[in-house]
């Protein structure tokens, strides 16, 4: 059975730090280009970062360039994403992506900052 279980979420304040993981189950997690997205409420999901199999490649989306990291440890099926310097904006569900042949998503995390 797939499953991919985000944690870590939380409240924090502005120009906080929280790091995110993905705990993948059920597939072969090194063959799987992974990626985190993020939806605030009344807008569309979007891409928040993107790493290939190996980890030696990464893109983010330019409003968390600088910012936030992602990274994967393939010997612990685990997908991380350390965000820096949180901002009100980046208020919304945050969701693990699993994808190759097939797409995985996690249920998602609740990410608010606020003061």
């Known amino acids: 059975q797939v499953q991919l279980v985000e944690s870590g979420g939380g409240l924090v304040q502005p120009g906080g730090s929280l790091r995110l993981s993905c705990a993948a189950s059920g597939f072969t997690f090194s063959s799987y280009v992974m990626s985190w997205y993020r939806q605030a409420p009344g807008k569309e999901r979007e891409l928040v970062a993107i790493?290939?199999?190996?980890?030696?490649?990464?893109n983010y989306a330019d409003s968390v360039k600088g910012r936030f990291t992602i990274s994967r440890d393939n010997a612990k099926n685990t997908l991380y994403l350390q965000m820096n310097s949180l901002k009100p904006e980046d208020t919304a569900v945050y969701y693990c992506?699993?994808?190759?042949?097939?797409?995985?998503w996690g249920q998602g995390t609740q990410v608010t900052v606020s003061s």
């Open positions: 790493i290939t199999r190996a980890g030696d490649s990464r």
């Open positions: 992506n699993a994808r190759f042949i097939s797409t995985f």
